[in-house]
């Protein structure tokens, strides 16, 4: 049986505008409640207390209902939170500490760290917000790395209601000393306006498709030997809760070089934020995974395809600040990115190999660390980012959302959310010459953690946020496909055009396109997307012109109508979608082709001549198909291996 006390720090301080919310026992007054929580107070700290309740003097002793809940100030003599427990075979300070749940007492913060970081300084043990050091101010004498069977010691629960956290002492070449931004997290609660899909069978995509995509690669990678590797993306966001555990375990996590599981973790669990966007990171890593469903089958791999690489930048600070855009003058816990944030994201990335990361954020400022690493064919790096909610039609002149308006460059990209019935929800931003492509963020199934019970749980929610790890995800499988053998910018084309196109969202996101991640994985095998069934299918195509089937360097020629003729040769295209738009009567196709003279993806609205139709080879079916333009939405050639056209002797 434990028991719960309180540790008396001495400090006389009342910080105002801050407070602790705490529930009534039966028949309790309030002023003995504040004795219960607080201890004995000064005269003025009750004159706080009724500025901030509202609640006169005389009535601080009448009773009040059991389980009601008041937010009174912070006791002006610090209060650390303990319990009292018994010292038990295998016990280790660092097995307690992770027992703990992660919000306990009401909402007190979580540690900061279980133990200094090397280098750093840190003192006023008992208020401290590192685990060891308040264990040991609570415990003199006692070694926390040897506890003794059958001690009794005092197990700190949380750091100190006014602690400051570490992560504002570290000197600024840690790398972890916050600044104030108004960066956010890209989240949109679930009831926010949003239509949601018909039947959830096949959403945010069809793991079937899927899995028939990897099916024909592996048939195709086996006959020339080709190898898949782990895919690793960086998530710089909030955190991530259970690292090495359940659906993200070390199968997925890449472990730590030095085996200290124990400070990675410690490293990258989220700091206490009174909502839910503490879960904001790791909701967003179980999309890089494919959601719950595909994660928790990478989880169970060998080598699974997509690792997930925590960077915590978010921290917490109460502070007094002014917004920009409304002057409004706010003060209290603010949600910061530490300084160098960026820097750290991109040194792990280097580090560890990452060539893909995800930010599910947006800012009003610019980000130099993302500017300085060069955007274009040379840089090393596909950054997938949000949109971000709110703000409607982004742009360099007005409405500038970072990192979205960077999604004009080769190795950027910005995803834009899609409802249940395809459209551009109204909360998600959009402008098609910075958004080039977008994914499901409506009722979008992610894992979620409650500290308090330390499980996880499924829910669905809205947001941008999940829309870009939805992209993240199939940029990996990509990647991981293709052997790590694509620049970042060609990873970004191939999702490009096995996007599915829909004029109706065309002024929102460039051409209307629609992640599509059973299409986009399929880089060794030719897909098609029939309009009836049997649907979306890989194999092999063969493009016919009135009968006879023609080669790699045949030429295609389209009527493009003011924009002139287009002649391309076949192993120049990319996509070919037969109906896009309908000007005059008349309906235009869309086709991306590769372009000779820059290597680069180009697209034009053309008329696809009637007299072409496709021989195709269903590989998994092991049927051969005959289809004309009308019969078919869609047609994706493979990515691997590459033509190569005859060179002359």
């Known amino acids: 049986m434990t028991q719960v006390g309180t540790y008396k720090i001495p400090d006389d301080g009342i910080v105002e505008g801050s407070v602790l919310k705490v529930s009534a026992n039966p028949e309790e007054t309030l002023r003995e409640l504040v004795d219960r929580v607080c201890g004995p107070e000064p005269e003025r700290y009750f004159e706080a207390l009724s500025e901030s309740t509202g609640i006169p003097d005389p009535s601080f002793d009448e009773p009040m209902v059991g389980g009601e809940e008041i937010a ?62 308040a264990f040991k101010a609570l415990n003199p004498g006692k070694n926390p790395t040897a506890l003794a069977i ?35 997290f890209e989240l949109q609660s679930e009831d926010a306006d949003c239509v949601r899909p018909a039947s959830y069978e096949n959403y945010p995509y069809s793991v079937q498709g899927l899995l028939d995509a990897l099916q024909v690669n592996r048939i195709v990678m086996d006959e020339g030997r080709a190898k898949r590797i782990q895919t690793r993306v960086i998530i710089a966001d909030s955190g991530l809760y259970q690292v090495g555990k359940s659906i993200f375990s070390w199968a997925v996590v890449p472990y730590p070089r030095d085996g200290n599981e124990r400070k990675f973790a410690n490293r990258v669990q989220p700091v206490y934020w009174p909502d839910e966007k503490m879960s904001h990171g790791t909701q967003v890593a179980s999309l890089v995974l494919g959601g719950p469903t595909f994660g928790r089958f990478q989880a169970l791999m060998k080598s699974s395809p997509v690792m997930v690489v925590p960077v915590r930048i978010y921290d917490v600070k109460e502070s007094e600040f002014i917004n920009p855009q409304t002057n409004e003058r706010k003060s209290g816990l603010q949600r910061i990115v530490q300084q160098n944030a960026f820097d750290t994201v991109l040194k792990a990335a280097k580090d560890l190999d990452a060539r893909i990361v995800n930010l599910s954020i947006k800012t009003a400022s610019t980000i130099p660390e993302m500017e300085q690493d060069g955007f274009g064919e040379q840089s090393d790096i596909l950054f997938v980012v949000a949109a971000g909610n709110g703000d409607g039609k982004i742009g360099r002149e007005t409405t500038v959302t970072y ?27 959009w402008n098609s010459e910075f958004v080039h492509i977008a994914a499901p963020g409506c009722s979008v199934p992610v894992l979620s953690f409650e500290p308090a019970t330390t499980r ?56 209307g396109r629609a992640l599509d991640i059973p299409k986009a994985s399929a880089i060794w095998v030719d897909a098609v997307e029939t309009t009836k069934a049997p649907g979306l299918i890989f194999g092999a195509a063969t493009i ?36 896009f738009r309908n000007v005059n009567g008349k309906t235009f196709g869309k086709i991306y082709y590769q372009k000779v003279a820059t290597g680069r993806l ?36 493979r990515m691997l291996p590459r033509y190569e056209p005859d060179q002359p002797n």
């Not at 829910?459 to 694509?486: C, K, Y």
Request: glycine share 8%; hydrophobic share 45%; charged share 20%.
């Open 456 to 511: 996880f749980f499924e829910g669905r929610w809205h947001g941008t946020s999940l829309s870009a790890p939805l992209v993240s995800f199939a940029a990996a499988l990509v990647d991981s496909e293709a052997g790590g053998n694509l620049r970042p910018w060609q990873i970004k084309e191939r999702l490009v055009v096995a996007s599915d196109l829909d004029e109706k969202r065309a002024d929102r996101v460039l051409d």
């Open 602 to 637: 180009e697209g034009a609205a053309c008329m696809v001549p009637d007299n072409l139709s496709v021989q195709f080879n269903d590989l998994l079916g092991g049927s051969s198909l005959t289809l004309s333009m009308t019969e078919i939405a869609d047609i994706v050639p």
């Open 544 to 579: 016919i012109k009135s009968g006879a089937p023609l080669k790699m360097e045949s030429v295609l020629r389209f009527d493009c109508g003011e924009a002139g003729d287009l002649a391309i040769r076949v192993h120049q295209l990319r996509k070919l979608t037969p109906r």
């Open 72 to 133: 009174i100030p912070l006791c002006s003599l610090d209060t650390v939170w303990y319990e009292t427990t018994l010292v038990r075979s295998g016990d280790t300070l660092w097995s307690i500490f992770k027992s703990q749940p992660d919000v306990l007492l009401g909402g007190l913060p979580r540690w900061q760290f279980f133990e200094v970081p090397p280098g750093s300084v840190e003192g006023d043990a008992v208020n401290s917000g590192v685990f060891v050091e």
């Open 403 to 429: 990192p979205a308006v960077y999604g004009d460059h080769l190795n950027v990209l910005a995803v834009a959310a899609l409802d249940g019935e395809g459209d551009v929800p109204v909360f998600s931003n």
């Open 150 to 184: 059958g001690d009794r010691i005092l197990v700190p629960l949380a750091p100190a209601s006014g602690t400051v956290h570490l992560a504002q002492k570290l000197a600024p070449q840690f790398g972890i000393t916050p600044q104030l931004s108004l960066t956010d």
